[in-house]
């Protein structure tokens, strides 16, 4: 299995009739995700929720990111370490 955002990956792979194209999701849809991938039964700490917030936007709508990165938190339960991966999303995501 492969993703991309860009439909040329796929095209390039010769997988044209297997390619499944995403949209992007809602800021609302974001919030959802990320909450239930990294908290599913945990609440998230009212402390939390101005860095979830900023987490959610840099991951721009992209499910896959969001889901990553909702990972890596998860098992982080600071604030300075969740400002960490807030600060540079992509950095975290590719780590």
Not at 33 to 50: H, I, K, M, V, Y
Not at 69 to 86: C, E, L, P, Q
Request: charged share 25%; hydrophobic share 40%.
């Amino acid at each position: 299995m492969m993703t991309s955002r860009n439909n040329e990956v796929a095209l390039y792979a010769a997988a044209e009739n297997l390619c499944l194209q995403m949209g992007l999701i809602s800021l609302v849809e974001s919030c959802n995700l990320f909450r239930s991938g990294g908290f599913a039964n945990d609440e998230l700490p009212s402390e939390f929720e101005t860095i979830a917030k900023q987490i959610e936007e840099k991951c721009h709508a992209s499910p896959l990111t969001i889901v990553v990165v909702a990972g890596i938190v998860k098992s982080k339960r600071t604030i300075k370490d969740w400002k960490n991966v807030a600060k540079d999303v992509k950095s975290s995501v590719t780590r």
